[in-house]
């Protein structure tokens, strides 16, 4: 079971984007984008207001990830490009919403807005990760961050303004000892390893490597290295490694000690337990690397059956954090598009995606705190296909992104780019 996110320390990024973004272009203008025998919506000069219904899309931003509603396999889908523009000529706002991380926001709004060729800011993106940006209180400490290529999630971290970052390839190559099984891969993580702020002193705790906070900003690559650096930090005494918490195992104490002794708090960015690939068989995400952690947790501490639970933090969709964020994040985008002037309130949220786990789901289950009314819509360019029967049911199931926002601006009743 998760424990609490920090949902007030969070939602301050939501708030005030700019502390990621970059400068807001203003939207471009296109011709047209449906057409039919009976109604088009097209783009007509700019609507007066700005509507009280923004949109939510699932993009997969995984390498070589078939799954997705506006990319697949790395293209853009054919209608995704005059579906954004519109949009942005209307001013309806939307965002972008993945599970997907590993690179900061600007790198990925600036890949996605060549593919799509539609310009876009990192105030309207938002990743599994990036809600960790607004974690001030880590920032002056030393923290582990796993998962990822090489040290890319080191660097997105520093980004957001974390000072010192450590990896499991950082504590391998200091201390090979700590996973020998590892040693072979020595060569590859030394180009982008750093010195530990300290080394590990068993013997004097007081000069040893304390970390404060554990974040798994993606896929880890190198599971049994990082589970292994996890296991000790988490049975260790505050955080402090090579050491070992004497409340471990105490029966008179809540978890029985465990996890009670200021070891570090461990933050998940992603639950999805499988995603596509171009293989044609799932593979396992950064879930699948949890719940693998988590039977090995089980086995040294008794787990469940011993009364012992292992406590952490899971964001991502279609967890209620996630979609909060986004919401905030909309309702912030909103007022960028007029300036700052008041719009009113955000009355619904369309989120299109393709994923019934993730997508519909976190959208069915999600109660606004707003009072924003959140309806699903269920695309068939990726993981779902036509004749299947989801998990969760979508508000509406659709083709593609075009269908998804034509019936949604039917839907709404919104008549700014409507024309008979």
Same mark, same amino acid.
Not at 70 to 96: G, M
Not at 211 to 225: C, K, M, Q, S, T
Not at 231 to 237: F, G, N, V
Not at 292 to 306: I, K, M, N, Q, S
């Given at each position: ?67 997705? *509603? ?225 039977? *090995? ?81 269920? *695309? ?37 780019? *409507?024309?008979?």
């Amino acid at each position: 079971m998760s424990g609490p996110f920090p949902i007030a320390s969070l939602l301050r990024l939501a708030k005030d984007p700019r502390r990621l973004s970059l400068s807001l272009r203003p939207p471009p203008r296109c011709s047209s984008i449906y057409r039919s025998p009976r109604r088009s919506l097209q783009t007509l000069s700019r609507p007066p207001q700005v509507p009280d219904f923004a949109f939510a899309f699932e993009w997969a931003s995984r390498p070589l990830c078939i799954d997705g *509603v506006l990319v697949r396999s790395s293209d853009a889908l054919p209608h995704a490009h005059k579906t954004l523009s519109y949009l942005q000529s209307q001013r309806i706002p939307f965002i972008l919403l993945t599970n997907g991380g590993g690179k900061h926001e600007s790198e990925r709004v600036e890949e996605l807005s060549k593919k799509l060729e539609v310009p876009l800011d990192t105030s309207m993106f938002v990743q599994s990760h990036t809600p960790f940006a607004d974690m001030d209180e880590y920032k002056d400490k030393a923290v582990l961050v796993m998962g990822g290529d090489q040290d890319n999630c080191r660097r997105v971290a520093e980004k957001y303004g974390f000072k010192a970052v450590v990896t499991p390839g950082d504590i391998l190559t200091a201390h090979p000892e700590i996973w020998p099984f590892s040693n072979q891969f020595l060569p590859i993580y030394a180009p982008f390893s750093r010195p530990l702020p300290h080394s590990v002193h068993p013997t004097d705790p007081s000069k040893s490597l304390q970390i404060h906070a554990i974040f798994v900003y993606n896929d880890p690559r190198d599971w049994g290295l990082d589970i292994t650096i996890l296991k000790d930090l988490l049975l260790s005494h505050s955080g402090i490694y090579g050491t070992i918490s004497p409340k471990n195992n105490d029966p008179k104490l809540p978890n029985h000690g465990y996890q009670q002794d200021g070891q570090p708090p461990v933050f998940f960015s992603n639950p999805d337990l499988v995603w596509a690939a171009k293989y044609h068989l799932p593979r396992l995400g950064q879930g699948g690397f949890r719940e693998a952690f988590e039977g *090995v947790w089980a086995a040294l501490t008794g787990g469940p059956r011993a009364g012992v639970e292992f406590q952490k933090t899971v964001i991502g969709k279609p967890f209620r954090p996630t979609y909060e964020f986004a919401e905030k994040r909309l309702v912030a985008h909103r007022k960028d598009l007029v300036g700052g002037e008041d719009v009113g309130a955000l009355r619904k949220v369309y989120m299109v995606g393709d994923n019934p786990e993730s997508d519909i789901r976190g959208a069915n289950s999600y109660k606004s705190p707003m009072g924003t009314d959140w309806a699903s819509i269920l *695309v068939r360019t990726g993981v779902h296909v036509e004749g299947q029967r989801p998990a969760w049911k979508p508000t509406k199931e659709v083709g593609d992104v075009r269908d998804a926002v034509k019936w949604a601006v039917e839907d709404s009743k919104w008549d700014g780019g *409507v024309k008979e």
